[in-house]
Nanobody, 121 residues
Framework: QVQLAESGGGLVQPGGSLRLSCAAS????????MGWYRQAPGKQRELVAA???????NYGDSVRGRFTISRDNAKKIAHLQMNEMKVEDTAIYYC???????????????WGQGTQVTVSS
C-alpha cells in the first residue's frame, strides 16, 4: 500500500504559477508511475500529467505546454509545476501512484487526499 501526501495548492492569479508536490511512501513497485488528476465542480475527472520511473511523461491537452511534471526517485517525490495558469485550471488536484503507466492512465492506483487549486483575480 502506498501513502501519498500532497502539498502546494492554494490561490493564484491568472497568469501566475504554483507548484504541487506529492511525497510517496511504501513499496517502490507501487509508484512506478506517478501523476495528477483534477476535478472541477460539475466536471469529470481528467488527467493532468503523469510520469514514469524512467521519465516518460503524459499531459492532458488543456495543460500541455504550461505544466511540467518531474520526479525525484531517490526522495520518492513528484512535482507539478503549473505556469500561465488560467481560471479553468481551478479544481481539486489529486496525486496518484500506480504500478504501471497503463494503470495510471486508467485512473487505477493509490490516491492522495487532494489539494485545492484556485485561479482567480
Amino acid at each position: 500500500q502506498v501513502q501519498l501526501a500532497e502539498s502546494g495548492g492554494g490561490l493564484v492569479q491568472p497568469g501566475g504559477s504554483l507548484r504541487l508536490s506529492c511525497a510517496a511512501s511504501g513499496n517502490v513497485h507501487d509508484f512506478f508511475a506517478m501523476g495528477w488528476y483534477r476535478q472541477a465542480p460539475g466536471k469529470q475527472r481528467e488527467l493532468v500529467a503523469a510520469i514514469t520511473l524512467t521519465g516518460f511523461t503524459n499531459y492532458g491537452d488543456s495543460v500541455r505546454g504550461r505544466f511540467t511534471i518531474s520526479r525525484d526517485n531517490a526522495k520518492k517525490i513528484a512535482h507539478l509545476q503549473m505556469n500561465e495558469m488560467k481560471v479553468e485550471d481551478t479544481a481539486i488536484y489529486y496525486c496518484i501512484s500506480s504500478s504501471t503507466r497503463t494503470e495510471l492512465l486508467n485512473a487505477v492506483g493509490s490516491w492522495g487526499q487532494g489539494t485545492q487549486v484556485t485561479v482567480s483575480s
